[in-house]
Each structure stands twice: as structure tokens, then as C-alpha cells.
């Protein structure tokens, strides 16, 4: 922390951090932060004096937002259980993550070409064991598609069938947030966002500032200072999330895939086939 200046004063709400994977096989892309580096983060944090917040205390207009923030997690990877979440439980933290619901308990088809290898994803019961332990679970989308590609109807089944599952799995909370695939949304997307019943959203870095086209700051592989450029009130930080925001522009390799794919292939098991599957 030191001989980092964070103009904390100037912030007039909460920042969010948006991490992916966190330790586990290294891959060609930017998403994979170490578990070291993100171990060395969040005890940086810690001991500086910030906190995290739940969705409710970050959608409360009244909190005070001195060194605290929102921090989240995309995809729902099961790595986040060996490396991550017990880091923040020591610590006191708490976290959001984002669930891909037709990939809970299972590989995705497109990690394969970034790490060589298949990735799993959180099952239910690690997702059930966690929110036990405080931490918070909402939506992602149902498939990971990129939505503003989509054409309504399959933007409405994303979105609605990803909250259904949620609430059903998990309660009314879980279905309160989504943070979009990609960052990408618009107004379209936000018009069927408040339809399918979503009351908090999260885009890019670039977010609007609608509440359901809220900003967030990707963390990515060379984000690796003990303050995350998220956190960052200075002209670092701002250059930080400008090229986080470049770079997530330009993450289209990953919806390209999953184009040729369905193309290709029989599209991912229904939820209730994946269930049975499981079972």
C-alpha cells in the first residue's frame, strides 16, 4: 500500500472488482489472476482497512463508501472453492458470483482452446455450502452467450431461464442480480433485464450507471499491485480501466466459439437433463 494514493473522499459509491478464474491451469487468455496474487490482494486489502459488501449493503444508497467495495466473480468456476473463497472467509470478505446456470457441476466446451484443458464449474452443493458461509450467488445468463448478438427471443430465454433456476435453487436473492456475459449490454437487453425481474445489473467498465448497467472493473492477468486498478482513484487507475475495458472489448474470441459450436454440435443439455445427469 504504500506510496499508492486512493483519493477515497472523491468515490461516490462503491467500486466493483470482477476477478474470473483465480489459480489453476495457466491459459492464453487474461482472465487467470494467481492465487498468490490474488492471496497478496486481498490481505493487502484487509489490512488497509477496506471491506467488501453484500448486493444489499451495495444497493443501499446510505452505505458509506470509504473503503469498501463490491467484489465479484464471473462464471462460477469450481477453482473458486480450493483457491479463492477460503481466502476471503479468513479475511472476513465475502464475494458475489456469477453463475452460468446450465454449466453448474459441469465442464464448458470453450476453456478447452484457452488452457487445454476442460474447466469445471461450482456444483450446487459447493454453491450451497458457500452461501452458507455468507457468500452470495446470482445470475450470469443461462448459456454465457454474448446477449446483444441474440435475438429477443433467445435474450428472454437467457435471461428468464437463468433467474428461474436461481430462485428455485437458491431463494428470491439469487435472482435479484445479473452481471452480463462479456459486459455487453444495451438498451434492448436492459428493457428485458427489468422483464425477466432483475433489479441490479452489471455491464463493463463503461457501465452506464443504471442500475442495471452498473460499472465494474475486470481484474486481469497484469493487474498484479497490491490495490487493484478498480480501486484506484488515480491516474494509474485510470489507465487501468481503460485498457480493461479495450480488453474486454475486445473478448470476443469466446462467443465466436460457442457460435461455430452450436453450429456444429447439439446445443449444452437442458437444465432438467443436466439435473437427472447429475443425480
Given at each position: 500500500m504504500r506510496g499508492i494514493h486512493l483519493d477515497v473522499a472523491a468515490l461516490t459509491t462503491a467500486p466493483v472488482l470482477c476477478y474470473h478464474r483465480v489459480g489453476g491451469p495457466l491459459e492464453l487468455g487474461v482472465t487467470r489472476v494467481g492465487r498468490s496474487v490474488f492471496a497478496r490482494q486481498m490481505g493487502a486489502l484487509a489490512r488497509a482497512g477496506w471491506r467488501t459488501l453484500s448486493l444489499d449493503e451495495f444497493a443501499r444508497t446510505t452505505h458509506d463508501v470509504r473503503r469498501t467495495f463490491l467484489l465479484t466473480f464471473d462464471d462460477g468456476y469450481a477453482s473458486l472453492a480450493e483457491y479463492a473463497y477460503p481466502i476471503l472467509a479468513d479475511l472476513g470478505f465475502t464475494a458475489t458470483t456469477f453463475l452460468i446456470t446450465d454449466y453448474v457441476g459441469r465442464t464448458n466446451d470453450w476453456d478447452v482452446r484457452y488452457t487445454w484443458n476442460r474447466l469445471r464449474h461450482l456444483t450446487w452443493q459447493q454453491v450451497e455450502q458457500w452461501r452458507a458461509r455468507g457468500f452470495h450467488f446470482a445470475s450470469h445468463g443461462a448459456t454465457h452467450r454474448r446477449l446483444t448478438w441474440l435475438p429477443d427471443r433467445d435474450v428472454e430465454d437467457e435471461l428468464a431461464?437463468?433467474?428461474?433456476v436461481l430462485v428455485e435453487r437458491l431463494g428470491p436473492y439469487a435472482g435479484r442480480a445479473i452481471a452480463y456475459p462479456f459486459g455487453a449490454a444495451d438498451g434492448r437487453i436492459l428493457r428485458h433485464a427489468t422483464a425477466a425481474g432483475y433489479g441490479l445489473g452489471f455491464g463493463g467498465v463503461k457501465g452506464t450507471g443504471e442500475i442495471l448497467n452498473l460499472a465494474r472493473t475486470p481484474v486481469y492477468l497484469w493487474d498484479v499491485a497490491d490495490v487493484p486498478v478498480g480501486l484506484r482513484s488515480d491516474a494509474i487507475g485510470s489507465l487501468?480501466?481503460?485498457?480493461?475495458?479495450?480488453?474486454?472489448?475486445c473478448a470476443i474470441g469466446t462467443t465466436i466459439m460457442q457460435v461455430a459450436r452450436r453450429r456444429t454440435a447439439r446445443p449444452p443439455e437442458s437444465i432438467a437433463d443436466g439435473a437427472a445427469?447429475?443425480?
Amino acid at each position: 500500500m504504500r506510496g499508492i494514493h486512493l483519493d477515497v473522499a472523491a468515490l461516490t459509491t462503491a467500486p466493483v472488482l470482477c476477478y474470473h478464474r483465480v489459480g489453476g491451469p495457466l491459459e492464453l487468455g487474461v482472465t487467470r489472476v494467481g492465487r498468490s496474487v490474488f492471496a497478496r490482494q486481498m490481505g493487502a486489502l484487509a489490512r488497509a482497512g477496506w471491506r467488501t459488501l453484500s448486493l444489499d449493503e451495495f444497493a443501499r444508497t446510505t452505505h458509506d463508501v470509504r473503503r469498501t467495495f463490491l467484489l465479484t466473480f464471473d462464471d462460477g468456476y469450481a477453482s473458486l472453492a480450493e483457491y479463492a473463497y477460503p481466502i476471503l472467509a479468513d479475511l472476513g470478505f465475502t464475494a458475489t458470483t456469477f453463475l452460468i446456470t446450465d454449466y453448474v457441476g459441469r465442464t464448458n466446451d470453450w476453456d478447452v482452446r484457452y488452457t487445454w484443458n476442460r474447466l469445471r464449474h461450482l456444483t450446487w452443493q459447493q454453491v450451497e455450502q458457500w452461501r452458507a458461509r455468507g457468500f452470495h450467488f446470482a445470475s450470469h445468463g443461462a448459456t454465457h452467450r454474448r446477449l446483444t448478438w441474440l435475438p429477443d427471443r433467445d435474450v428472454e430465454d437467457e435471461l428468464a431461464r437463468s433467474r428461474e433456476v436461481l430462485v428455485e435453487r437458491l431463494g428470491p436473492y439469487a435472482g435479484r442480480a445479473i452481471a452480463y456475459p462479456f459486459g455487453a449490454a444495451d438498451g434492448r437487453i436492459l428493457r428485458h433485464a427489468t422483464a425477466a425481474g432483475y433489479g441490479l445489473g452489471f455491464g463493463g467498465v463503461k457501465g452506464t450507471g443504471e442500475i442495471l448497467n452498473l460499472a465494474r472493473t475486470p481484474v486481469y492477468l497484469w493487474d498484479v499491485a497490491d490495490v487493484p486498478v478498480g480501486l484506484r482513484s488515480d491516474a494509474i487507475g485510470s489507465l487501468g480501466r481503460t485498457v480493461a475495458h479495450v480488453a474486454n472489448r475486445c473478448a470476443i474470441g469466446t462467443t465466436i466459439m460457442q457460435v461455430a459450436r452450436r453450429r456444429t454440435a447439439r446445443p449444452p443439455e437442458s437444465i432438467a437433463d443436466g439435473a437427472a445427469a447429475r443425480a
